[in-house]
């Protein structure tokens, strides 16, 4: 068995985007192993699962230490716990949710986010209608209380599902609260400082993307 040794990388900057992206699909198939009773793997079947070479799984490793030796594989509970680590999933986050619509009242009552440490703690929105209820046991606040439920309970990422108009409106003022990430549902780009990490989840051009396959692929 593979024995990991990951060391504390000094650039975390020289970690391209693609690799941290893949890195929780990395977590997922390893708890997925893990549960199948599955206690080493290596590169060839991880590649298999994830759709990626090897090859590319051990250079994505290599960012962040020695993971083993060659040929020997990986303990699936070692390594899943040194990339939970990595991702910060063995701490919690507070979140809160901005924009209460039926997007936002989805993203509340979706159950997946606490068992990797992200607890909803928050929601907030501009609707009088809204405001003071309650929805899956989070009591909805006025937007203009952001800045004192972000400290007052030591928040520090967004889920912004408000519409279009609104949306830069509500980051940028987001940003200035302190936060420094920031999943944003709503269908634009918004601009945010270099010290903000944020991600956009819009569907229609995922499905557009795959439309292109759909016109110009082969029979």
């Known amino acids: 068995m593979a024995d990991i040794s990951p060391s504390r990388w000094d650039d975390q900057s020289a970690v391209p985007e693609v690799v941290v992206g893949r890195l929780p699909q990395y977590v997922r198939v390893l708890k997925e ?4 009773g599955v206690e080493v793997a290596n590169s060839q079947q991880l590649g298999q699962q994830l759709q990626v070479t090897p090859a590319q799984i051990r250079k994505d490793l290599s960012y962040f230490g020695r993971f083993g ?5 990986y303990s699936v509970r070692r ?3 040194e990339l939970q680590q990595i991702l910060g999933l063995n701490e919690q986050w ?3 949710v901005v924009g209460v619509g039926r997007l936002g009242k989805a993203i509340l009552s979706y159950p997946g ?3 990797d440490g992200f607890h909803i703690v928050a929601a907030l929105d501009n609707n009088p209608s809204l405001i003071g209820q309650e ?3 989070v009591k909805v606040r006025a937007v203009e209380e952001l800045d004192a439920v972000v400290k007052a309970q030591n928040i520090t990422i967004a889920v912004v599902a408000v519409p279009v108009r609104f949306t830069q409106q509500v980051i940028d003022k987001l940003v200035e609260c302190g936060i420094r990430a920031i999943l944003n549902y709503a269908p634009t780009s918004p601009q945010v400082p270099e010290s903000v990490k944020i991600r956009s989840i819009d569907p229609v051009l995922s499905l ?3 439309t292109y396959y759909l016109t110009n692929g082969s029979e």
């Open 69 to 73: 030796k060659q040929g020997r594989g």
């Open 94 to 96: 507070n979140v809160v």
């Open 135 to 137: 929805v899956e046991g």
């Open 33 to 36: 192993l893990l549960s199948d």
């Open 113 to 115: 986010f606490t068992p």
């Open 79 to 81: 390594l899943l716990d």
């Open 208 to 210: 557009q993307s795959m």
